[in-house]
């Protein structure tokens, strides 16, 4: 009976196969949405780490051996792990531009007190916040954005193979140039309703002003209030061609950032 020798040197490459995959993996389903949220439990986020990289990891070439705890393998995994977090978080900023936008509109329509727990985050949001988050999770179930997140994690291990090298740091510019393309991402979703209650409230600046006797604060805000929630329900039937072009920009964003340059 024939005895099956490994080297040294076959172990620490097929170690090096799986583990540097499975770090940038991990590492990305940590923060990318839906994978990343607190409904899913670690151990399912952790399941799907190996489920992914053991279907992933044949596929890739010839990863560094896995030689044991010394500084270049940090340096690999760190930067595994700015790699899988940086693809996630430029997603994450396209699921809060709507969080946002829903804040926007809340404050402005005095609801801004009416605020929740977001089970997904564990952050408080406003009601609207979160009709938004949750409408925004379901459009993007609904397109399979999960299964394309996925598609791109696979092919960053393509543009950019696991070594020493990678982000650029024109690239870490662009991410956080991310910050003001999403709050005007926000205020353009939250345009029209603001604008609309602004216009409200200007009018009853006028009617307090030729009527001192009338209790402003006491009619103001049940009128803005269901205004507000009218001017919701009018403008939502743009919400869906709002999410196709920020969500489109977002992948596009990361295509930007798994290219040349």
Not at 14 to 34: C, D, E, K, M, N
Not at 51 to 78: E, N
Request: hydrophobic share 55%.
């Amino acid at each position: 009976m024939a005895i099956i020798t490994l080297s040294e040197v076959q172990v620490t490459q097929f170690v090096g196969q799986y583990i540097w995959p499975l770090t940038r993996i991990s590492a990305f389903l940590l923060a990318a949405p839906i994978f990343g949220t607190q409904i899913v439990s670690s151990r399912i986020r952790l399941a799907l780490s190996f489920a992914v990289t053991i279907l992933v990891a044949p596929l890739l070439p010839p990863l560094p051996a896995f030689s044991g705890f010394s500084l270049p393998i940090i340096l690999i995994s760190m930067q595994q792990v700015i790699i899988g977090l940086t693809l996630a978080f430029a997603m994450q900023v396209v699921f809060q531009l709507f969080v946002l936008s829903g804040q926007y509109i809340a404050m402005k329509m005095g609801l801004g007190f009416a605020s929740m727990n977001d089970p997904s985050s564990g952050v408080t949001v406003t009601i609207i916040s979160q009709f938004y988050l949750l409408t925004t999770t379901l459009l993007f179930v609904s397109i399979n954005g999960h299964l394309l997140l996925i598609d791109v994690l696979v092919k960053s291990f393509t543009v950019m193979p696991v070594g020493m090298d990678g982000f650029s740091l024109q690239k870490f510019s662009d991410i956080t140039l991310l910050g003001s393309w999403m709050f005007s991402g926000a205020l353009t979703i939250a345009l029209p309703v603001m604008t609309a209650l602004l216009l409200v409230n200007v009018a009853f600046g006028i009617m307090s002003r030729s009527a001192p006797q009338m209790n402003i604060f006491a009619v103001g805000f049940p009128i803005t209030l269901v205004l507000g929630l009218v001017l919701m329900w009018m403008g939502f039937s743009s919400f869906l061609s709002n999410f196709y072009v920020f969500t489109d920009k977002g992948f596009i964003f990361l295509e930007h950032l798994l290219g040349a340059g």
